[in-house]
């Protein structure tokens, strides 16, 4: 069994869609993230949350929403899609605060 | 805010050693980890270090000092393999790691 999936690995869109993507954890973590990895690699952190609240909002546009329908679920929904969006977008859980992550294999999404 | 650094690139030979080192200047620490990246895949955890010293696990050793703000990853007996990106996290103890930008180590026969 994956211990993080998150589906669908590709997205290919046009400009102006929207689009969900969604995560599930079966590893009883009470953490879990939305990370973009952009052109550069560089990893960085959208959303957490924990036993389904929110506790970190990074600076990202209003289009971005996650929703938290359990502890084992986190989806991310984006409205209006840009170029700027396309990036790999990584879910990833964690026990605790002090832990490190077991992340997801990734959405590759990219915007036409 | 987060500030932390990495070599962008390495390259050497297959059997040899290779250090990556990662310097960090973060708001809190609560521990250091160390992620491979094959391209096109996860980032998979390699090492953890919350107090100074060495941690070593097999070909891969990890280094921190708390004072310095310095951490390396050592790979010994590199093999084709670990041509991957390597990835420098700091925990800050908020419910975020905060990521380098990675480290590319290309392996050569």
């Known amino acids: 069994d994956t211990a993080v999936s998150q589906t669908p690995k590709y997205l290919v869109t046009q400009m102006g869609n929207d689009k969900s993507i969604k995560c599930e954890q079966n590893l009883g973590h009470d953490t879990m993230y939305w990370y973009k990895q952009d052109s550069k690699k560089f990893l960085k952190i959208m959303f957490s949350?924990?036993?389904?609240?929110?506790?970190i909002n990074e600076t990202v546009p209003n289009r971005f929403s996650p929703k938290s329908p359990d502890k084992a679920h986190l989806n991310l929904h984006i409205n209006s899609l840009e170029l700027g969006d396309s990036a790999v977008y990584f879910c990833a859980s964690s026990q605790g605060s002090i832990y490190g992550y077991t992340f997801g294999s990734g959405t590759r999404l990219t915007v036409v | 805010g987060q500030n932390i650094d990495q070599p962008t690139e390495m390259t050497a030979t297959e059997g040899a050693i290779v250090q990556i080192n990662c310097t960090y200047q973060t708001s809190g620490f609560n521990g250091l980890f160390w992620y491979q990246q094959h391209a096109g895949e996860a980032p998979t955890f390699l090492s953890y270090n919350v107090l100074d010293g060495l941690e070593e696990k097999g070909r891969f050793s990890s280094f921190l000092s708390r004072s310095k703000g310095y951490s390396y990853l050592l790979l010994k007996e590199l093999q084709m393999k670990d041509s991957a990106s390597y990835l420098c996290?700091?925990?800050?103890?908020?419910?975020?790691?905060?990521f380098g930008a990675g480290t590319t180590v290309t392996v050569r026969a």
């Open positions: 996290a700091v925990n800050n103890g908020d419910y975020k790691l905060s």
């Open positions: 949350y924990n036993n389904k609240e929110l506790i």
